[in-house]
């Protein structure tokens, strides 16, 4: 092939290819807020660190899905023993990613949550339990043996 007609063939391709790339961005859709991570985390008025409503959540709807970690009990001490979950048995603990871990605790919460497994691993699924409004702070209970394991009176 003669040097010109590759210099040509390579100029042809980088203008298509860049064409491409401009008529992506301006055909791709504009993100809307259903897009939007629905949740972000910041400073708590209950308790150090909080998640947060990004946009109104709807009754029911998803509010994130975190993978877990399942290690042992005794891997697990110091202030983490704070922010993991029981797992499946007394001896599992549960450590979530993504914003899982930072929900602080209401008797009245807004989000539950269930343990998913999925084809890479488990998730522990939050979902809200009522309408929550941009802003508001996202709770849900700790449970009993949260509290009574640490000695501690459960708050309200």
Known sequence: MEPSLFALLVIIFSAGLAAGILLDRKIRPVNDQSTEAPVHTGPSNISGRGVFAARDIKNGDL??????????????GGEL?????????????????????????SSFPNVAYYLEDT??????????????????????????????????????
Not at 63 to 72: G, S
Request: negative net charge; charged residues 25%.
């Open 63 to 76: 509010v994130e899905r975190c993978p877990v970690l399942q290690v042992d009990e005794e891997d697990i």
């Open 81 to 105: 023993l704070n922010y993991v979950f029981y797992g499946d048995n007394e001896k599992k603990r549960l450590v979530a990613m993504g914003s899982g871990m930072l929900f602080n605790h």
């Open 119 to 156: 084809p890479h691993g488990p998730e522990l699924v939050i979902y809200a339990l009522r309408d929550i409004r941009k802003g508001e702070e996202l709770f849900y209970n700790y449970g009993s043996e949260w509290w009574s394991t640490r000695n501690i009176t459960e708050i309200a």
